[in-house]
């Protein structure tokens, strides 16, 4: 029993000095030098990818980056919980958002194009066709021209970036009829790849060898098509700050637009950067010169 | 003299204290888990209501509503918030997994603790164990490269839907329900079949008779965990039902769970809003079912219960 | 039908069950492992992930996903074991105790993803933890405490009274014979039940997205300080667990081996489930042999 005793008070002085020893010789961060940015998950790699270069390359700062979805970033922004709000649409566009609080930063672009089971035999379509597809009046591939096989329709989450922008754009503001719904792009890739006769539609670095590509009305699915607006379905990955952001914040946004990530991250991760679009579009959708 | 033996007979002995202060450390466990858990259905309820009470959504459209579409107003002027197809789906697939996993976890149970407990300790335990570990992503993932292209060739139709969800379910549960079912079995006393075997019942009149009517309270809790663990999961069940807010016509169609909606849209809201409160109403009724469930099952097992 | 032709039906439909059960789960276990087992490799699991390129591993992934076990369940196991003694030695069958009961049960159905919102208001925003394995383990105590005080209050009840009267009979208090004879004697189920909400800590990720986060930043495994930000010990950095990261090269992750890494992840997440399993039961019966002599 005694010898015990002298065991467990051992352990607990060891306790105790190691961590007193350890609080002392920390390596002390400023809480300036942190910053949270947190949101769209379609957003997410980019900006982690970017924010272990910028660590990299200044010691002693920490960028955390977490995902959630677009809603949470704009939400946690506006309550000031995080440092950035990563979103896929505009905060006016969100509701619940007082957007004239936030400051937008425009990061990159990303395209998004209708997909299709291999199998359909259909590569090209019209916009009026992909209304018909979307809204229930067209059930059959057939009618298309393509092979005798019901058309599976899958959505993406409502209230999703890749939703609200395919909805405004490529269905010209007309709403999909109530179909399967699912929250990624991984997911929607895999279920329109295995799953006869199915439609659905994802950002152009998810469109790969396994799903089929749309042409609609004749105009192909390229960043060099985006980059002129003759593909009209795209949208901003947008960065969101308050309107007085830290020190540590600005320098972030400012080295995710400089040319450098912009010519190699935002590439490589299957983004369009903003310097190279010949257009620019505001939230009301008016497309102007850039 | 007399005052000493006597503060020597009053003193509390180190036992007694060691009673007292052991009854208030485990006591004031319960009270933390009580407290945690009471903070979390006033909290939940606090959101799911103020769809109700600050967006003013009448209470039974709510509840019978076939359309959902929190950012769309309908004729109205009220948000189209139906939850009914959500409930429907939930409920079927929560009663049919549950339905097909009770016998063959007691079954499997019954193996393990009555006809061949070496074996059941050696093999079935152990893969039970790990099944519980594995995450509902793959599950999932399992279930879209596997169940439902066999559904579809099947039965027909794109494979997503009730059936394939229920299936994955049933696979899901199957683990917790099992191994809880053990344990209720295991509390049986030894003298009870022992009594029964004496009374010259064969061994399945002792199982059927004695042990399982013994351990019915217990089955019973297994069963609830079980479907409890269905009704919250949500990633893999997404996956195969399709999860599409549509009221279930056939097991076969594309439907959806409250759980799924929920998963899926609460990232895209913003805390308060409307559309984020309606999802939080959507927990609200998954908690107000699995109270019901709960209270539904411990009647069933009031009933069933032997006298102790 | 007579009792002897029933008791073998019965007997042979068990076995058939027992059978099938058994075919289900090992072709579920061969399915992951094997598809799995090519990507398994020192450097696989060593090597931090990739975000975008081919060849990143689950090194941090994996040590994340013990840490943040050992830390969930440093807080929840003496929490669910009060909780269960209390539950089974002290409270009256009364009213309020079934209130409780149907409480913890309660919170066990709700879905992971509200646990974790509430886990996100509460610790990550509120008590200003930020996105860190401690926000993390505190959110996933809530989501184990319903199945964990289950499982030790069925366990304890499993102990036959004599045993307790047997305690009492010895002049032992209450408490005593609850600490001595009943918990010894209860270990063996005890473990089962942590075992099982341990592989549910390690397969969970819902609730671990808005509290633990998902980004793995890079650790210094020479440092062990834990009040160095890139050490592996400090509880307040976020930390991306296996099955996280599993849900999140599922739904959006962009790297041309996704698949690959997905499944390679899988079998090591059953592997670890399998390992942490065996060493629990090892350890689990030396214990019990030490505490009741029995052999």
Redesign the interface.
């Known amino acids: 029993m005694r010898k015990s005793r002298w065991i467990q008070l051992v352990i607990v002085l060891v306790i105790v000095v190691l961590g007193t020893a350890g609080y002392v010789t920390r390596k002390t961060t400023h809480a300036d030098m942190t910053i949270t940015a947190v949101g769209s998950t379609a957003l997410q790699p980019l900006v982690e990818a970017a924010g272990e270069e910028y660590s990299g390359q200044h010691l002693g700062t920490f960028i955390n980056v977490q995902g959630g979805g677009s809603g949470t970033g704009l939400s946690q922004i506006q309550e000031g919980a995080v440092d950035i709000g990563n979103s896929d649409v505009f905060a006016e566009e969100q509701k619940g958002i007082k957007a004239n609080r936030l400051v937008d930063h425009r990061v990159a672009v990303v395209g998004i194009t209708p997909i299709v089971n291999k199998k359909v035999g259909v590569k090209r379509l019209t916009t009026a066709q992909l209304i018909k597809i979307f809204t229930g009046r067209v059930t059959n591939w057939s009618q298309l021209g393509g092979r005798h096989q019901p058309i599976v329709l899958l959505n993406r989450a409502q209230g999703s970036g890749t939703r609200m922008t395919f909805e405004r754009w490529a269905l010209k503001g007309a709403r999909s009829k109530p179909a399967q719904e699912q929250d990624s792009s991984g997911m929607v890739r895999q279920i329109v790849a295995t799953t006869p006769g199915a439609i659905s539609y994802v950002g152009f670095s998810y469109a790969d060898q396994s799903v089929q590509a749309i042409t609609l009305n004749g105009v192909s699915p390229t960043d060099e098509n985006v980059k002129t607006n003759r593909w009209p379905i795209w949208s901003y990955e947008h960065m969101y700050t308050s309107r007085t952001p830290g020190p540590l914040t600005q320098r972030f946004i400012r080295y995710i637009q400089s040319a450098h990530i912009q010519r190699t991250l935002v590439k490589q991760l299957g983004y369009i950067s903003v310097a190279d679009m010949h257009v620019s579009r505001d939230v009301s959708g008016r497309v102007g010169e850039k | 003299m007399d005052k000493k033996l006597q503060e020597q007979l009053l003193k509390k002995s180190k036992a007694a204290k060691l009673e007292r202060l052991g009854r208030g450390v485990s006591f004031s466990a319960l009270l933390l888990i009580t407290l945690t858990v009471f903070a979390i259905i006033l909290f939940v309820a606090s959101k799911g209501l103020s769809t109700f009470f600050s967006n003013h959504v009448n209470f039974w459209d709510f509840l019978s509503g076939k359309s959902w579409n929190p950012s769309v107003t309908n004729s109205h002027g009220q948000p189209e918030v139906g939850a009914l197809p959500m409930i429907l789906g939930s409920f079927i697939v929560t009663i049919l997994s549950a339905i097909i996993a009770t016998p063959f976890a007691i079954g499997t149970a019954i193996f393990m603790t009555e006809i061949s407990p070496r074996r059941g300790a050696a093999i079935l335990q152990p893969v039970t164990e790990l099944l519980v570990g594995i995450p509902s992503v793959v599950y999932g993932f399992i279930g879209l490269t596997v169940v439902v292209p066999a559904v579809r060739t099947v039965f027909g139709g794109s494979g997503f839907g009730i059936f394939s969800g229920t299936f994955v379910l049933f696979v899901m549960i199957l683990p917790t329900v099992t191994s809880m079912t053990v344990d209720a079995l295991k509390t049986v006393p030894r003298y009870y079949r022992e009594a029964a075997l004496a009374l010259g019942a064969t061994r399945w009149q002792m199982i059927y008779k004695v042990v399982l009517r013994a351990a019915t309270p217990g089955i019973l809790t297994a069963i609830v965990f079980g479907m409890a663990r269905a009704f919250g999961e949500a990633l893999a069940v997404q996956m195969v039902i399709g999860n599409a807010a549509l009221v279930p016509t056939s097991l076969f169609a594309p439907a959806s769970t409250l759980t799924s909606v929920l998963t899926t849209g609460i990232g895209n809201t913003v805390m308060g809003s409307m559309q984020n409160n309606a999802l939080w109403s959507l927990a609200l009724v998954l908690l107000v079912m699995s109270l019901i469930f709960n209270l539904v099952i411990r009647l069933i097992g009031r009933k069933g219960a032997m006298p102790k | 039908m007579n009792?002897?032709l029933?008791?073998k039906i019965?007997?042979g439909?068990?076995?058939g069950?027992?059978g099938?059960?058994?075919l289900?789960?090992?072709a579920?276990?061969g399915?992951?492992i094997i598809t799995g087992l090519p990507m398994l490799n020192w450097h696989f699991l060593t090597t931090p992930a990739r975000?975008?390129?081919a060849g990143g591993g689950i090194g941090i992934q994996l040590f994340n996903s013990f840490y943040l076990l050992l830390l969930t369940l440093l807080i929840s196991f003496?929490?669910?074991?009060?909780?269960g003694?209390?539950?089974n030695?002290?409270?009256p069958n009364n009213w309020v105790t079934n209130v409780?009961r149907?409480?913890?049960?309660?919170?066990?159905?709700?879905?992971?993803?509200?646990?974790g919102?509430?886990g996100f208001?509460i610790f990550?925003?509120q008590f200003d933890f930020?996105?860190s394995i401690l926000s993390g383990a505190f959110a996933l105590t809530?989501f184990n405490?319903p199945?964990l005080?289950?499982?030790i209050e069925?366990?304890l009840?499993?102990i036959?009274n004599t045993q307790r009267e047997g305690g009492l009979a010895l002049g032992?208090?209450?408490?005593?014979t609850?600490?001595r004879i009943i918990l010894p004697a209860a270990l063996p189920?005890i473990l089962?039940g942590v075992?099982?909400s341990?592989?549910?800590i390690?397969?969970?990720?819902?609730a671990l997205?808005?509290t633990a986060?998902?980004?793995a930043?890079?650790l210094d495994f020479t440092d062990w300080?834990?009040?160095?930000?890139s050490s592996p010990l400090n509880p307040m950095r976020?930390a991306e667990t296996l099955?996280v990261h599993?849900?999140?090269?599922?739904?959006?992750?962009?790297m041309p081996d996704?698949k690959a890494v997905?499944s390679g992840a899988?079998a090591v997440?059953?592997i670890s489930?399998?390992v942490f399993?065996i060493l629990a039961r090892f350890i689990g019966k030396r214990l019990y042999q030490k505490l009741t002599s029995a052999k």
């Open positions: 009792p002897k029933s008791n019965a007997n439909a068990l076995y069950i027992a099938f059960i058994v289900i789960l090992a579920l276990l399915y992951i975000a975008f390129t003496p929490i669910a074991l009060g909780a003694i209390y539950l030695e002290y409270a409780v149907t409480a913890i049960e309660i919170l066990s159905s709700l879905p992971s993803v509200v646990v919102l509430f208001l990550v925003v930020g996105f809530f405490l199945l005080t289950r499982s069925e366990s009840a499993a036959s032992l208090s209450k408490w005593e609850v600490t189920s089962t075992i099982l341990a592989g549910r390690f397969g969970e990720a819902a997205i808005f986060g998902q980004s930043p890079a300080n834990p009040f160095n930000i976020p099955a599993i849900w999140k090269i599922n739904s959006e992750g962009i996704a997905s899988s997440l059953v489930v399998l399993n």
